[in-house]
């Protein structure tokens, strides 16, 4: 298995630009999280999918931010309209069933200028 | 809902010496608890894993044990080597529930 797939895995924007980051979760996996990784606030759970569903936005940390997941091997979080402080790494992570551990992209680095 | 507490922030210690990372948790239901390594701009990764139902697991020279009385775990490196400099997260999660929380991470660099 190729692992969690994430891209691209650096992206530079310029602020008020939509961004769009994709990832391709391990086959099988039934649970796809979102995370966010800043030097600041270390790893923020964005949103987590269970079975395509969305079941915990509330890290989402505003209406600029969404998240879809249409299939079972597919998802994608946007950022419309981006702005400096959405700087981070993203990273994408999958498990089979929530109390099993978790298996990580390589993340994507997102840069606005 | 789970809080999960990990110290030292930060945690320097010479070559072929031994280094400990603690946690605690508050949910006295949550029964896994995993341990991740990451690497300067790498990604995460599982390193090891315990469950309530064990009070302790080693993989070569790493160890978690595991007190569910006092609600603490730890991580028990031996013989450390420079390739265990990293940011090391502990984490938990309740049975029945869907996320694992987080620590906020022990940045462990190995003198050499």
């Known amino acids: 298995d190729a692992g969690v797939i994430q891209s691209p895995r650096h992206e530079v924007t310029e602020m008020g630009q939509e961004v769009t980051l994709r990832c391709k979760p391990i086959?099988?996996?039934?649970?796809l999280f979102w995370y966010r990784q800043t030097m600041m606030r270390g790893l923020e759970l964005l949103i987590y999918?269970?079975?395509?569903?969305?079941?915990?936005d509330s890290g989402m940390p505003e209406d600029r931010f969404s998240a879809k997941m249409p299939n079972a091997s597919f998802s994608t979080l946007k950022i419309q309209p981006s702005e400096p402080r959405d700087s981070a790494v993203y990273f994408c992570?999958?498990?089979?069933?929530?109390?099993?551990?978790?298996?990580f992209g390589s993340g994507t680095r997102l840069t606005v200028v | 809902g789970e809080n999960v507490e990990q110290h030292p922030s930060t945690l320097s210690v010479q070559e072929g010496d031994s280094a400990v990372i603690k946690c605690t948790y508050s949910d006295s239901a949550s029964n896994y608890f995993p341990w991740y390594k990451q690497e300067l701009g790498k990604r995460p990764q599982l390193i090891i894993d315990?469950?309530?139902?064990?009070g302790e697991k080693k993989d070569q020279r790493i160890a978690v044990t595991l007190n569910k009385t006092a609600k603490h775990f730890s991580l028990h490196i031996t013989e450390t080597q420079p390739e265990d400099s990293a940011v090391y997260f502990c984490a938990a999660i309740i049975q029945g529930a869907q996320k694992l929380v987080f620590g906020q991470g022990t940045r462990l660099t190995i003198n050499p």
């Open positions: 999918f269970n079975n395509n569903v969305p079941i915990d």
């Open positions: 086959s099988g996996h039934d649970y």
């Open positions: 992570a999958s498990s089979y069933r929530a109390s099993n551990g978790y298996t």
């Open positions: 315990i469950r309530s139902n064990v």
